[in-house]
């Protein structure tokens, strides 16, 4: 290797490190999964390393692109995934604690990735970069080699989608805090009565198993009462798991370990008047836990 490619090579993998976190997060936000996101970094990687940064005006816009276009090429084979799964498919779980870097914690919560699941990926990825990153309509188009015109009906009908099935609640996180630490002692309090009162009439249990744990059923469970009756029973059969609060996805969750490691995280969705819990989403499956931190003392 001579040494302008020794530099050119430098110089490349500076300004990669530089938009790692960006790309990280958009790309997740578009498919929902650490691994798959990991792998369009690395392509995005091959892809940007190849290429002689002196032609290029803009790198962020350049990495962007190639990283956009690479997740979009991977919703076909994440969709089939996704439909031989057993039982429901949840996000997967991203820490966003202090040690986190910033731009990860812009990543959206599970509750509002699992809305995003219903969009088509042309209308994800406009929504991510509209909503999530405020990418200018103009700027989107280029990326992914629509017209503006067309990028603004996608955006339309991704926020309509939305909307219709998350409506906006300002809800403090303090609050979200608050009252994911009641639902938290209610449960592993064994304290039924404490529990439902907490539970929205039209609550639903979500379980991510994926057919590799023991924590949570095959189906989602609707009602406050059959809800409330499950989590009590649930946690009675795994009390010598040790439960941690943390952040997931940017808000507040609880994360259930073993001895070997997390089983399960527990994320809590408040439904709109911000004081019931509308949805309890739980992930179980040990490959979508890999990346959380076993960050107990001792």
């Known amino acids: 290797m001579t040494m302008s490619g020794a530099k050119q090579e430098d110089r490349a993998s500076a300004v990669f490190a530089d938009h790692r976190e960006l790309l990280f997060s958009i790309v997740y936000n578009m498919l929902g999964t650490v691994g798959d996101t990991e792998d369009v970094l690395q392509e995005t990687w091959l892809a940007w390393s190849a290429k002689d940064l002196e032609q290029i005006d803009s790198h962020r816009a350049y990495l962007v692109r190639i990283a956009v276009n690479q997740a979009l090429a991977h919703q076909s084979a994440l969709r089939r995934r996704k439909e031989t799964y057993l039982g429901p498919w949840l996000p997967e779980p991203l820490a966003t604690d202090a040690a986190e870097p910033a731009v990860r914690a812009e990543s959206v919560s599970i509750a509002m990735l699992v809305v995003l699941e219903t969009l088509t990926p042309l209308e994800r990825a406009v929504f991510v970069l509209h909503e999530v990153f405020a990418y200018r309509h103009t700027e989107i188009a280029a990326m992914i080699d629509r017209s503006p015109a067309a990028v603004r009906q996608l955006a339309h009908r991704a926020r309509e989608h939305v909307q219709a099935r998350r409506p906006k609640a300002r809800i403090d ?12 002692a209610a449960a592993f309090g064994g304290d039924l009565g404490a529990l439902i009162e907490l539970l929205a009439p039209d609550v639903t249990l979500w379980p991510d198993g994926g057919g590799k744990s023991a924590v949570g059923g095959p189906r989602p469970i609707h009602g406050r ?66 990346t959380i931190p076993d960050d107990r003392e001792g």
């Open 173 to 184: 996180r303090r609050t979200h805090q608050a009252v994911t630490e009641r639902f938290v």
């Open 225 to 290: 009462d059959k809800v409330a009756r499950t989590i009590v029973a649930g946690t009675r059969h795994n009390e010598n798991l040790e439960l941690r609060h943390r952040h997931v996805n940017g808000e507040p969750s609880v994360v259930l370990f073993s001895e070997e490691g997390p089983v399960a995280v527990m994320v809590l969705a408040l439904a709109a008047d911000g004081e019931h819990v509308g949805d309890v989403y739980v992930v179980s499956n040990p490959d979508k836990l890999a």
